[in-house]
Structures are given as structure tokens and as C-alpha cells.
DNA sequence: TTGAAAGCGCTAACAA
DNA sequence: TTGTTAGCGCTTTCAA
């Protein structure tokens, strides 16, 4: 493996200066460049990143840490990856089964391994966290307020709000059900609690609830539940398109007529609220990881932060 | 930032019986041991992966390459961390937008960045790419025949046939359309023989052909030409159960009925074929990660490769 | 404009 | 069982 010592003999120069070519700092006289370059290329010669980052306690590269994967992590790695590419960064994925694992990605963190953080999940509380972000920046789509750990998330409250007036505007008096996130979750506690104020006037709004942290297969058990109800609500708001789908999908196998036989309202208009007619609302996720990373880069290339305001859209299609 | 060396001091120690303690090399007596761990914990020490990449020329990390994302990629993307998580790698996602970004990857390789590479998608020719096998393991769920890249590739050509024959034998000598990968993949090289193979006895079965080397909005534009079509045949197979949602979207937004009307058969099981009911073919693409993953893994730690044997099934639902 | 030298934090061959 | 030592390949003062 040819370094940059070999490079500085064949040139005739010290390696300070093959140096200075190669990472474009400092000074070196055209000549000198002109050998170096010439030498470099005889050689074969490319620079070894990993002494770089060594010696310079920096790997260009963001940590993605996610709980498990669902298409919407999907679509957060597709944005985060593009938005760190133009910036010449890299993305490092890590899915954690345990608090230990996420730890032991914090811990690399300390010791410069990761340059920045973009948590699309986390397992251990945001207290424990936060105290990692002396080491560099962390951020994040979950709704969180702190001052140390950025968070681009969009709330809930008045959009769950939105959604449960069309839903009364257009259908009156029905009886609605729910399919929610974690329950621990803010966005979560948001959607109760739009849920709640409007419960007191139409008590049937509240009529089934149902929660899941993870996405995978929820669809399907909702539906299954659903099912076995005896009183069935005639409207049910889903907490993603993707489980949304899943849910109809199900639901139409069994002959059940969606929307004639029930309506179902999703969100984050994904592809597969798309492909489906899924009335939905659209949060924006690409802004939403727009803002997240470009805190973290303009933290990390000490530039100024712009924040680009999200503005959630009510999608009215076929399903309700 | 503490170091080994603080440890050492701290334990009364050299250097050295710190490594061995941290990397689990070599022996330590247990009275060491216990004085290392015990001032190491006391200073909160962290080995650094970056000074133990730099001597050790591996970063246990696995390139994973791309063009563009699609729902395809994310499960690959899935599938391919958690295999590699559970070996104790761990994976850098790359999107390429030009050949040499792709080169600056293999440059990479070379100086030992990244362990392994596993290629989603190829910008330069494999070729080109097999040259820098001998820096290390490369592997592919692209189709290609080479001793340097490993291939988890399914044959498309018998999957056509079987294809061409369920739509023959179902709905008799009706007349079909294709929408299809990029030409010059070896995938619709294949496709396209089974299709001239059926093409003597049944000349309607190649009524309409349109080819998209990227996913990405695929569906709609064909479903726009293929409304614009004075002939339109009754049945269309496609590539990718995604491409093939977003045809059937646009389609029965513009009030054609599927089957009805006209019949889609999808491609590769994923959760948009589920969620809508197409009839499909499931190539097990966790199976083929599987394989190329081990393959890499195998090379790098020096074990025996198992190859799991994948038979692709074909899937009726409703869609055809 | 260039070079010498120190050092990022760790591992591994060798000697003790 | 442990310590000494020589790097891995690069960047960055400091001095010339």
C-alpha cells in the first residue's frame, strides 16, 4: 500500500508537503505540486482515511440509529443519506435490540467514531441521551423539547384536531376508532389529547383504541381485532399509511367495503397512501430530516442554522 | 479524552496489558486484570475503534451501494444490517450519482475503509468493479457470472415462462404488455428471451413493451402511455410489485378496473404487492441478502459459505 | 514555501 | 505473564 512517505521520495519533497496537496491546507509551490501529483499518480497513490480521521478525531460520518426497520425508516435514510451526501458526509445505520446497544453507539460517539447523531429511534430515555451531545450533535424526528437535542417534529395535537373535525363535517355523529403509536410517545399523548377535548361533546369519538410501537404486522393485527368487535366503529384513523394499508388490505379480504363499509383515515402520506387512495396528511418527512441534518452540519461546520418551517397538509382522498 | 495509556498509569501497568485486557488477546493475570478494569471504569474508559482501525487496516464495515432509493433498497438495506449486526459489523450506505463517485468508493476499499461491498446497484461496469476484489470480498444480488464477484442473483427467464404460461393457460391467447427494468440488465436480458421464446405460437403476448431503469415514478408514466395506447392489451406484467402498485393507482384513478379491465401481474412479493392483492412472484430477497452477506463474511473471517438454495414461487391473488 | 518532528491511540512481535 | 518498542498513515505546529 503506497503512503504518503513513498510519494514525498518519489516527488523529492517531505511528506508535510504531499500533505498540504492532499488536503488542500497550506502552501506549495507549483512545481512541488506538479511532482507530487505526477509521483502520486505513478504510484497509484490514494490517501488513507482512516489515519486522517485519527489524527483529525473526525470521520465525516453520522450515526443513523434506528429501533427496527418499517418503510418510513426507509424513506428517513433515503433523505438523511442524500442531504449528507452533498455535503461529503457518510451515514453509518445501526438498528438496536437492546439500551446496550444504543449505549455502545453513544460510547463510540465519545471517542469521535460518529461526528453526529440522527436518532429516527431510541431506547433509552432521552434524559440519558441528551448527556452524550457534549460530544457532538444529535437530533432527531421524535418530539422531543430540549436544548440539547434537536428535534424537527411536527405536532400532532392540532393536526389530530384537523382530522377529527372532517371527520364529524363530513360523517356527523359517528362512532370513531383509533390505531396509535406508543403510547409513551409525544406524538402519542398529542393525539389523546386532541382525542379527549373532543370527546366531550361527542362521546363516540372514543369508541376503540388500539396501540402499537412497532408498524410491522400492526395493520393486520388491528384489523384482526376489528373484526371480533361487536360494535364496530364506522371510522378508524390510523397513526401511518403504511399500517393503514395493511389494515384495508386485510379488511378487504375479509369483504369488508372500504370506504362504503368503513372509512379509514391515515397519515404521513407515504407511497403506500398513495397507491391506495388513502385520505392522509402530509407531515413533510423530508423536511423534517432536512432540518434535522442541516443542524447538525451547520453544528458541526459552524455555519448558520435555517430552519425551514413545516407546514402539515390534510390530503382528502377515497378511504374516508 | 482518556487513553490506554492513562489506564496503564493509573493500574501501574504498561500499555500493552491494557490492550490485552480491552482487545482480549493474549493473557493477563487476574490481580492485572483486576486493577485495569477497576481504574479504567474509574476514568471512564473507552477504546478508540479509530487508532484500533488504523492498526488493524479493518474497519468491520460493509459498503453498501446504490443509485437511487426505492422501496426495493430499503429491504435490501434492512435485510443486510441486521445479517451483518449480528456478526458484529456494521454498514455505510453510499448512493452514487455518477461513476466516479462510485470509483472514489473502490479507492476506498483499497486503503481497507470499508471490509466488504455489496453492490445494490452498479455505475461502472462489473468489470471495471471486479478489479478491486483483490482488496477484498464483493458481492451483488445483480445477475452477473464472475470468479471475483459473488452473485445472489435468481434467474428471471424460468419465472417469465412460468409467468407467460399461468396468463396463457388462465386467460388463453390474449395480448400482453411488459413494463421492464433497464435493457441492458442481465434480469430483463432474460425476461425478454422467455418472451420471444412464447412470441412463435402467440404474437399477441409481445403487444407493448416500455423499459425504466429507475423505479421512481415508473408506474405513473407507464399507466400514462399506456392510456394513450389505441390498442391496449389485457394484461400487463411488470418488474417490481411497486412499480406495478403505482401503474394500478394511476389506472383506477383515471376509472379502469383491475382485473376487470385489465390484468397486472407484479414482481418480487413486497408489502405493496401484499397490501394490494397482486398476483406476484416471491424471489426471497432476504434469502439472496443472506447469501451474499455470508458470502462476504465468510471471506473475511475465513469460514465455510453455505448457499442457500432459493425456488421462487409464484403468488396468485387478485390482480391476475 | 518547505522540512523536521511530535503525536493521534492502539496492537503485536519480541524479549524478558 | 508482562514490558519495550516500532509502527499504522496522516496532520500540524514550529523553525528555517
Chains 1, 2 share one sequence.
Not at 435490540?97 to 453513544?106: G, P, Q, R, V
Not at 465519545?110 to 448527556?131: E, M, V
Request: with cysteine; charged share 25%; net charge positive.
Amino acid at each position: 500500500m503506497t503512503n504518503i512517505f513513498d510519494v514525498a521520495e518519489a516527488a523529492g519533497v517531505s511528506k508535510s508537503t504531499v500533505s498540504r496537496v492532499f488536503s488542500g491546507k497550506g502552501y506549495v509551490s507549483d512545481t512541488s505540486r506538479q511532482k507530487i501529483l505526477q509521483a502520486a499518480d505513478d504510484l497509484g497513490y490514494v490517501p488513507s482515511i482512516l489515519a486522517r480521521q485519527l489524527r483529525q478525531q473526525s470521520t465525516k460520518t453520522i450515526g443513523f440509529i434506528a429501533k427496527t426497520y418499517y418503510p418510513a425508516v426507509g424513506d428517513l435514510m433515503n433523505y438523511v443519506t442524500h442531504m449528507l451526501d452533498k455535503k461529503g458526509y457518510k451515514i453509518n445505520i445501526y438498528f438496536t435490540k437492546t439500551k446496550e446497544d444504543e449505549l455502545e453507539i453513544l460510547n463510540a460517539f465519545k471517542y469521535h467514531t460518529l461526528d453526529g447523531l440522527f436518532f429516527a429511534d431510541n431506547r433509552n430515555n432521552w434524559h440519558t441521551i441528551k448527556k452524550f451531545s457534549e460530544y457532538g450533535p444529535i437530533s432527531t424526528w421524535r418530539r422531543i423539547n430540549s436544548r440539547y437535542v434537536y428535534s424537527s417534529y411536527v405536532d400532532h395535537y392540532p393536526l389530530y384536531c384537523k382530522i377529527l373535525k372532517y371527520v364529524t363535517d363530513t360523517y356527523g355523529d359517528v362512532s370513531v376508532g383509533h390505531i396509535l403509536n406508543d403510547q409513551l410517545k409525544n406524538n402519542t399523548k398529542a393525539r389523546l389529547r386532541a382525542l379527549n377535548e373532543f370527546k366531550a361533546g361527542w362521546e363516540k369519538i372514543d369508541s376503540w383504541k388500539v396501540f402499537y410501537p412497532e408498524q410491522t404486522n400492526a395493520g393486520r393485527d388491528a384489523a384482526q381485532k376489528y373484526m371480533k368487535l361487536s360494535k364496530k366503529p364506522q371510522v378508524i384513523v390510523v397513526y401511518s399509511d403504511y399500517v393503514a394499508s395493511e389494515f384495508i388490505s386485510y379488511l378487504r379480504e375479509n369483504n369488508y367495503k372500504v370506504p362504503e363499509d368503513i372509512k379509514v383515515f391515515g397519515f404521513d402520506n407515504s407511497d403506500f397512501g398513495r397507491f391506495n387512495e388513502l385520505s392522509t396528511i402530509d407531515t413533510f418527512l423530508s423536511l423534517q430530516v432536512r432540518n434535522s441534518i442541516n443542524k447538525i452540519l451547520s453544528e458541526l461546520e459552524q455555519t448558520e442554522f435555517h430552519e425551514y418551517k413545516i407546514v402539515p397538509k390534510i390530503i382528502i382522498r377515497n378511504t374516508c
